[in-house]
């Protein structure tokens, strides 16, 4: 979504982003909103506010929930409009996006003294220009579930420990079984070269047609090759449906998921998820874990200077240790506060754990090197991502040089990004 396009649209329509905030009510109105949280969590959200609003009397909590593709346009509407919502659930990417049009309100003062209660990666996560834009609310990193009689056929013993492991051990399967071992997410290749430590662009400039980039996109064209690499929907948007499906079919030697995946697999393959073992996620050389994703609660520009406070006393609230444990249990998530990250439903195992309960206890381990990796501040970045995705489709697949196939995705995007500069 282009959040200026957007503004532009809703500012001719009349509406003015600068209009001014309303003054509070006495007794404080805060309004949340969270995305795609109905039906499954509304006892919880409704539990935390009936228990907020019972301590705090005179503050009414109003909670709206609203499909996580409709949000956005919503949040902006009302914000032009000047009444937006008191908190709302924000990926790092579009905090990102809204923190440089000036769409929200800095919350360093609001976190005050409880900022240590949190990882220190997540609040990393959502410092932009200099402040910070949000309360961690959970997140989340991949494991690695691998099948281990597609394994013990193949001769290996444990999960890969990097991501020249991963390949090695993806051709290993094709090579012992005739199955693919391994389905990476390459339509985000993007954060694939961030997670290895190669920057996507530096000084205003694309970057990706480094020695260092090409020769990563031909490992990956060389594991293509020798039939390592799951070859369904490898390159689409969301591969994750094709990826499960095969996993679960017994297709595909290993699987880099959330945990929440080995859930789907113990109710929809028990034969499947009875033969599997759980593995942290490799490091990458940057010292990161693979799949992190952070959500928060951010504050929207034009909440009410005055109301802010009270905004900031319920934020710490919904954030709490406590609140996010009891959500993170139920949502098969990870927690954002140090304590509730430290609790023992995520480290402890129990004797004959399954995958499922492995596959927390791992994300666990990894969640002191979650971050989200995203490439900021570009304007229409999801086009130029596709003619980068397109580059990398063209030399894994070996129709074009590894090569000249992202020197000419390079040429689209520096083009791009110099009339961005201009502008």
Same mark, same amino acid.
């Given at each position: 979504?282009?959040?200026?396009? +957007? ?6 329509? *009349? ?6 905030? !309303? ?5 404080? @109105? ?18 935390? =506010? ?20 409709? %949000? ?13 919502? #008191?908190? !709302?659930?924000?990926? =790092? ?7 440089? $049009? ?8 609001? +976190? ?39 394994? @013990? ?8 420990? &990097?991501? $020249? ?14 199955? #693919? ?19 996507? %662009? ?30 369904? &929907?490898?390159?689409?948007?969301? /591969? ?12 595909? *030697? ?8 080995? @859930? ?58 406590? /609140? ?18 430290? $609790? ?15 596959? =927390? ?28 995705? @397109? ?9 074009? $040089? ?15 990004? &110099? ?5």
């Amino acid at each position: 979504m282009n959040i200026k396009n +957007l503004l532009t649209a809703l500012m001719a329509l *009349g509406l003015s982003a600068t209009a001014a905030a !309303v003054a509070p009510p006495a007794d404080a @109105k805060i309004e949340f909103w969270t995305f795609s949280m109905k039906p499954k969590f509304t006892p919880y959200f409704e539990s935390v =506010v009936r228990s907020y609003e019972a301590a705090n009397p005179g503050v009414k909590i109003e909670w709206v929930d609203f499909p996580w593709d409709v %949000i956005q346009t919503k949040l902006v509407t009302r914000i032009v409009a000047g009444t937006p919502p #008191a908190l !709302v659930n924000l990926n =790092v990417p579009w905090a990102d996006e809204y923190a440089r $049009d000036d769409l929200l309100t800095p919350v360093d003062a609001l +976190l005050g003294a409880a900022r240590p209660n949190y990882i220190a990666s997540t609040l990393d996560d959502l410092h932009f220009k200099g402040k910070t834009y949000g309360f961690p609310m959970y997140s989340n990193v991949a494991v690695v579930a691998y099948n281990r009689q597609i394994f @013990k056929a193949a001769g290996l013993t444990r999960g890969p420990a &990097s991501f $020249d492991e991963q390949l090695a051990f993806a051709r290993r399967i094709f090579a012992a079984t005739g199955k #693919a071992g391994i389905a990476p997410a390459l339509a985000k290749i993007d954060g694939l070269f961030m997670w290895q430590g190669l920057a996507v %662009i530096a000084n205003g400039r694309a970057v990706f047609n480094s020695p260092a980039h090409v020769a990563l996109v031909q490992k990956l064209a060389a594991t293509y090759k020798a039939g390592g690499l799951l070859k369904e &929907s490898l390159f689409a948007e969301d /591969n994750f449906p094709a990826v499960i499906d095969a996993y679960k079919g017994g297709r595909l *030697g290993m699987l880099l998921a959330p945990p929440t995946a080995l @859930k789907r697999i113990q109710a929809d393959a028990r034969d499947i998820y009875a033969i599997t073992d759980v593995a942290p996620a490799p490091l990458g050389p940057t010292g990161i874990a693979d799949g992190g994703w952070l959500i928060h609660f951010a504050v929207p520009k034009g909440v009410a200077p005055a109301l802010l406070p009270a905004v900031g006393k319920f934020a710490l609230y919904l954030t709490n240790d406590a /609140n996010q444990l009891a959500f993170a249990k139920q949502a098969s998530v990870f927690p954002t506060t140090v304590k509730a990250a430290a $609790d023992p439903f995520f480290l402890a195992l129990a004797p004959g754990a399954g995958a499922a309960e492995k596959a =927390v206890a791992a994300g666990a381990a990894s969640m002191a090197h979650s971050r989200t990796l995203y490439v900021a501040g570009i304007d229409d970045y999801d086009e130029l991502r596709r003619s980068l995705v @397109k580059a990398v489709e063209a030399g894994v697949t070996g129709k074009q $040089d590894v090569q000249a196939a992202l020197d000419q995705a390079a040429a689209i995007w520096n083009k791009k990004l &110099s009339a961005q500069r201009l502008h």
